[in-house]
């Protein structure tokens, strides 16, 4: 099962990585620099944007030009206020050069444009058009995982996300992973059940590890929960098991699963809006939490014990916490606030929890 189904899964993961999305605004970027040659003042209302935002370097580094000469006359810092900016226009108004544009390199833009009123924005537009640049290029520089943003070539799709190529010692662990998951399975579902049971609770469990395996690797690339994986693999892993559940009489778990499921991403959901307003900003993706009803509710619907939500929780976090260490100690200029995926260890963290409860059995 770990031999073969790895190498097919690594596959799947690597399709599904250059799947994730990938947000890219070029009109925007146009428009806006398009807007501001017209009215350079208007800068100091986006002085957050950086050359790495934009899609095409050129119109970054156009950009580049135009904030030099800006940041010469304005304040600035990381969180600039409205009525700061409001003043720095002001300031900019007075004080920009009359030859601004010819110091400007502008070759990017179509010059006509640049000169008439055409697809000029106004001032909401134009905030709203750098927010789009802005969180797009956070996207590419801030949250690529281990993946590469390749160019395509391609004017309605600029950009693609590569998939990295695992190491021998990923492979191993996914080996290691694929081969736990199945011994754990079998084993759990022979205990809960026998025959039609047994294996309807064992397929389960194997769908939901096939998945696990997927999404861990497409996370460490991307940053991403794939969806459409997590409702084939998720819906696939719940449906075997309310077939097993229901062949044995037993669907009272699947709703105390459910129910078990739910208190808990509930619990973790008020945590991490707790975070999100004393630190500004959240503590978990909304992938970590469309990850939870599948890989706690599952085996809780399987072994009929609700408390395994808080076992398999606890496990995570644990293995979470040590990931990240590992990652502190080898990975130069990672530190708190460095975005780390958290859901390899929500994916397969159940394996662990599954395995030591059968051995302590």
């Not at 596959?11 to 990938?22: D, G, H, L, N, S």
């Not at 601004?100 to 640049?114: H, I, P, S, Y």
């Not at 778990?253 to 307003?277: E, I, Y």
């Not at 978990?284 to 014990?305: E, I, K, Q, W």
Request: overall charge neutral; hydrophobic content about 50%.
């Amino acid at each position: 099962m770990a031999a073969v189904g790895v190498p097919v899964l690594v596959r799947v993961a690597a399709w599904r990585t250059q799947k994730q999305p990938m947000s890219c605004h070029p009109e925007a970027e146009v428009l806006l620099l398009r807007t501001l040659l017209k009215r350079p003042q208007d800068s100091a209302l986006v002085l957050d944007l950086e050359a790495e935002h934009f899609v095409d370097p050129a119109r970054g580094s156009l950009w580049s030009e135009m904030k030099s000469h800006c940041m010469k006359y304005v304040e600035h810092g990381d969180e600039t206020t409205r009525e700061q900016s409001l003043g720095n226009r002001d300031t900019l108004t007075g004080k920009l050069p009359e030859n601004f544009k010819e110091m400007l390199t502008v070759d990017v833009l179509n010059a006509a444009a640049v000169e008439g009123d055409a697809d000029i924005m106004n001032e909401a537009a134009m905030v709203v058009a750098a927010e789009k640049i802005y969180s797009s290029g956070l996207d590419r520089t801030r949250y690529v995982g281990n993946s590469k943003v390749v160019r395509t070539g391609d004017p309605l799709v600029p950009l693609m996300r590569d998939a990295s190529r695992p190491t021998k010692a990923h492979i191993l662990v996914y080996l290691l992973v694929m081969f736990a998951g199945t011994l754990v399975s079998l084993s759990v579902g022979t205990a809960m059940g026998s025959g039609v049971v047994a294996a309807a609770y064992a397929a389960s469990m194997l769908v939901l590890l096939s998945g696990g395996i997927v999404w861990t690797i497409v996370d460490l690339d991307t940053l991403y929960i794939d969806v459409p994986t997590l409702l084939l693999f998720g819906g696939g892993a719940w449906a075997l098991t309310a077939i097993g559940a229901f062949i044995a009489g037993t669907l009272a778990n699947v709703l105390t699963a459910l129910t078990a499921t739910l208190v808990v991403v509930g619990f973790v959901f008020v945590m991490s809006l707790g975070h999100a307003k004393l630190r500004g900003k959240p503590g978990m993706g909304t992938g970590d939490f469309m990850l939870m009803p599948a890989t706690l509710g599952v085996p809780v619907a399987v072994t009929g014990m609700w408390v395994m939500t808080n076992w398999i929780l606890l496990t995570s976090l644990i293995l979470g916490i040590l990931g990240w260490v590992v990652k502190y100690l080898k990975v130069q200029d990672f530190g708190r606030g460095t975005p780390y995926a958290f859901g390899p260890y929500l994916a397969c963290g159940w394996v662990l929890t599954l395995g030591l409860w059968r051995i302590t059995l």
